[in-house]
């Protein structure tokens, strides 16, 4: 089975420190994702990857930057956070060669930030 | 543009009784189309997901959606629902690189 952690399931953090959110997959999947999830707007595309060093903006990049310096991993940081980027946070990974061309998405369980 | 509508927020019913969540989509070419279920304080789990062929799939735990082309609908159903199926469910659509997800229907399930 895919697995896809994420290092932390809840992060308390003040305004203004720089985050780090850690995702890491052991399926040796191209594809990784970072998405936000706030009630009522479901799950917003923050960043992806298509391959090591590689990243592309979603719908929602500002205040946000990733870094993907291997293949399994894949990070968020917040550089300065701030109150309204308090949010779920989802790691996801795809390899559409693998299944099929599906492009279906294995999700983290999350990670639940409180930017205080 | 390419989104994806639940109309339904929020649906109640009672343990045993049939299920239909709807999803309508926007897609410009053959969609991947897909449904997600998730737990409370969990991740997003993959329920059934199409891209061509029978437009009536199975997935995990009993369910299966319906797409129609014509209406532009993949809605997802189950017969028979259990309590341990209260989560929310979220549709999404695709291509060849990134999803489009519905802002989800949150499932409650009463005894």
């Known amino acids: 089975d895919v697995k896809v952690t994420q290092s932390s399931r809840y992060l308390v953090k003040r305004t203004g420190e720089k985050v780090f959110l850690e995702c890491v997959q052991d399926?040796?999947?191209?594809?990784m994702f970072w998405y936000r999830q706030d009630p009522g707007l479901g799950l917003r595309l923050i960043y992806f990857s298509y391959d090591v060093k590689m990243k592309e903006k979603g719908d929602i990049p500002e205040g946000y930057s990733v870094s993907r310096e291997k293949k399994e991993r894949f990070s968020l940081i917040l550089e300065s956070a701030s109150t309204n980027q308090t949010s779920m946070y989802l790691c996801?990974?795809?390899?559409?060669?693998?299944?099929?061309?599906?492009?279906?998405?294995?999700f983290g369980p999350g990670t639940r930030l409180t930017v205080t | 543009a390419q989104s994806v509508t639940q109309p339904d927020i929020h649906i109640t019913v009672s343990e045993g009784a049939s299920l239909e969540l709807r999803c309508n989509y926007s897609?410009?070419?053959?969609?991947?189309l897909f449904w997600y279920v998730q737990s409370p304080g969990q991740g997003l789990q993959l329920l059934l997901k199409?891209?061509?062929?029978?437009?009536l799939v199975q997935g995990i735990k009993g369910f299966e959606a319906e797409f129609k082309r014509s209406q532009s609908s993949f809605n997802l159903r189950k017969p028979s629902v259990h309590w341990s199926d209260a989560a929310e469910y979220f549709c999404?659509?695709?291509?060849?690189?990134?999803?489009?997800f519905g802002t989800g229907t949150r499932l409650q399930v009463f005894p």
């Open positions: 996801a990974s795809s390899h559409p060669r693998l299944t099929g061309g599906f492009y279906e998405q294995y």
């Open positions: 199409y891209f061509s062929g029978d437009t």
């Open positions: 999404a659509v695709g291509g060849t690189d990134k999803l489009i």
């Open positions: 897609y410009g070419a053959t969609p991947y």
């Open positions: 399926m040796d999947h191209e594809n």
